[in-house]
């Protein structure tokens, strides 16, 4: 139906709650819901018997994910697996948004990963400079915002990251400036890129296409993990909102004139009932080449028409955290997450007084 050993699958069929079409069971997706029910089970503390409940329903769909069953090649974990086929043939290996599968597999009460794991995790990751900011490189800003939308790394570090004298809230704000500065460079010539424009991430685009810009052919993508980094480039003019907004809370400084340029600069074409669209391309002016989806307003570029919630999410998510620390100070009362950290060998700033 809509699951398998504690996991879910990576879309569901909204009328039915059973798995859509042929999809996967999702380890990240799955991870990502679990923080999600993680942080309500801290958030609903009150004695009412509903309260009370949402927070042992919360337990119990923690502590049925079978962590060990997904860790076919252990220590590392399956990104996911078919009843057609079984596993899948390709490991969580760092540095992206997988980040949170290796904590909450750490941190479970019933079947928990090795704390090899997260040693294994950490030997794949990449470190090099990218426009003068030295970190753990991951291409799309997403990858630095997931995780972080739930674990609050501010102060606390894994023997990696002490190795470098720095922490993962630091790598994702050196990550935030390094497109910054990528886009302040724009060395494709794309149009609207800048200091005050930039944001690079997985996205709605116009349409798998090669067309000519500047007397060079470029290849345009509909969705894509677009980004930039030392480990590599992809990237079609597409600026996708929540790269920006995503990394509020480690960098308000860039993150807020970027938004605001881009409310001003593109409009209602931009901004709607829930905020951002997804994604906009002031490169794309054409009206002549049939698009996958979205709109082109004539001397504005082309526009998503859609609103996607794995977008959205962090964008609300790090706005309550930068403002409020809302989803960082429930989570960090939850055992299972200091479980977690603990056992990928965190130390320091507010995991040391943690109960």
Not at 29 to 51: I, N, P
Not at 174 to 203: F, T
Request: hydrophobic share 40%.
């Amino acid at each position: 139906p809509g699951g398998y050993k504690g996991f879910f699958y990576h879309f569901l069929d909204p009328g039915t709650g059973f798995r859509y079409q042929t999809v996967e069971l999702s380890t990240v997706d799955t991870g990502l819901l679990l923080a999600g029910v993680l942080f309500c089970q801290q958030y609903f503390d009150g004695a009412a018997s509903t309260e009370a409940a949402i927070r042992a329903y919360a337990d119990s769909l923690y502590r049925r994910t079978d962590w060990q069953w997904a860790s076919p090649r252990a220590p590392l974990i399956t990104m996911g697996w078919t009843p057609e086929s079984g596993y899948h043939n390709l490991d969580w290996r760092g540095f992206n948004e997988a980040m949170l599968v290796y904590l909450l597999a750490l941190g479970s009460p019933t079947h928990p990963v090795a704390p090899e794991a997260w040693t294994a995790w950490t030997t794949t990751y990449q470190w090099g400079e990218f426009y003068g900011q030295s970190h753990v490189g991951f291409a799309p800003l997403f990858g630095h915002h997931y995780s972080q939308v739930w674990f609050d790394f501010r102060g606390i570090t894994d023997p990696y990251m002490r190795a470098r004298n720095s922490d993962y809230f630091e790598n994702s704000r050196r990550a935030a400036y390094a497109q910054r500065g990528y886009a302040g460079a724009n060395p494709d010539g794309w149009v609207g890129y800048g200091l005050d424009l930039w944001g690079l991430s997985a996205s709605d685009g116009p349409a798998d296409v090669t067309l000519t810009v500047n007397g060079k052919a470029r290849r345009f993508f509909t969705y894509a993990a677009r980004g930039a980094s030392f480990t590599e480039i992809r990237d079609d003019g597409t600026i996708a909102p929540t790269a920006a907004a995503g990394s509020l809370p480690f960098a308000p400084e860039i993150v807020g004139p970027a938004l605001v340029a881009m409310r001003e600069r593109y409009g209602a074409g931009l901004f709607g009932q829930y905020g951002f669209l997804d994604a906009f391309n002031p490169t794309w002016t054409w009206t002549d080449v049939p698009l996958h989806h979205g709109h082109v307003e004539a001397g504005k570029g082309w526009f998503d028409n859609d609103y996607l919630g794995i977008d959205e999410g962090p964008i609300l998510a790090m706005i309550a955290n930068y403002r409020t620390d809302l989803v960082w100070k429930y989570m960090r009362k939850s055992p299972y997450v200091v479980a977690g950290l603990r056992q990928a060998g965190f130390q320091g700033g507010w995991l040391d007084t943690a109960k």
